[in-house]
C-alpha cells in the first residue's frame, strides 16, 4: 500500500476521514511512479495537506507499506494491512481470531 491511498481511505463501516495508520512493516523501492499530489490528506506526513510545511511530494510513492494497520478514530474499528494489500472488510466478513489477535498491536493513546 502506499502512502497517497490515505487520501482516498475512509472507515466503510462510519464513513469517518482520515484514518490513522500504523506502520509495522515497510520497504523503499528504487524506482518508483511519482503520483499526483495528495488533494486533503498526506498520509506520509499524518496531516491535512494544508497544514504540510515542508511538502516534499514523491517521497512517499518510493516507500511501500507491507505490513500494518488502518484504525477509525469514529467507531474504533481496525484494518489490517497485509502483503501490501488494506483489508477494509465489514464486521460479519472478518476472520475473528486474526482481527483479536492484531488489536493488542495498536499503540495505547495518550490522554
Not at 505490513?67 to 502483503?83: A, D, T
Amino acid at each position: 500500500m502506499k502512502y497517497k491511498l490515505m487520501d482516498l481511505l475512509a472507515c466503510p463501516i462510519c464513513k469517518h476521514f482520515p484514518l490513522e495508520l500504523y506502520v509495522s512493516k515497510k520497504k523503499a523501492k528504487n524506482r518508483a511512479r511519482v503520483f499526483p499530489k495528495c488533494e486533503d490528506y498526506c498520509g506520509y506526513e499524518k496531516k491535512p495537506v494544508r497544514e504540510v510545511k515542508s511538502y516534499k511530494c514523491g517521497v512517499c510513492s518510493k516507500i511501500e507499506i507491507i505490513e500494518g494497520m488502518l484504525s477509525c478514530p469514529s467507531c474504533k474499528r481496525l484494518y489490517l494491512i497485509e502483503e501490501e494489500i488494506p483489508i477494509m472488510l465489514p464486521d460479519e466478513l472478518r476472520k475473528e481470531r486474526k482481527f483479536l489477535k492484531s488489536e493488542s498491536a495498536v499503540p495505547k493513546r495518550r490522554s
